[in-house]
């Protein structure tokens, strides 16, 4: 199976490299040695070098007019998109290695028609309600104290 990861962004350069690094570390593979997801990247006009970190990781760069319509970029990139799956992430977050498992058990089996994964929004705010303490050592922490789901 094959997975698009679709990235709509602008002007992420700072954020944007994390979040590709962590696919490319994980490999969002099934153990296989072969390379079985692709970046499609819909960048809406960045100036501050977002191209060019992206260009890194994947040659599938495609340029969106804003067009004040943050569903119009993701929906664009997702035409772009030729695998079996398709993943909708923002430059801002980054796959938890505790759920590339998941993704793979999902790629693999016919039982499933879609998945969700879980989204934690990191912050130092206690006061929140739902909120949860972080592990210091947790990967995706970024030294925040608490999170949410």
Known sequence: MFISVVIPTFNRKPILEKCLRAM?????????????????????????????????????????????DFAAARNYGLTQATGDWALVL???????????????EAMRSDRYDGFYLTARSYTDDGQRSGIRVAAPDDPMGRGYRYYYT
């Open 24 to 68: 490319e570390q994980q490999q969002l593979s099934l153990q296989s040695p072969v390379q079985d997801y692709e970046v499609v990247l819909v960048d809406d006009g960045s100036t501050d070098g977002t191209r060019d970190i992206a260009l890194r990781y994947t040659d599938r760069v495609h340029d969106f007019e804003w067009i004040d």
């Open 90 to 104: 923002d430059a801002d977050e980054a796959i938890s290695p505790s759920d590339f498992a998941g993704l793979r």
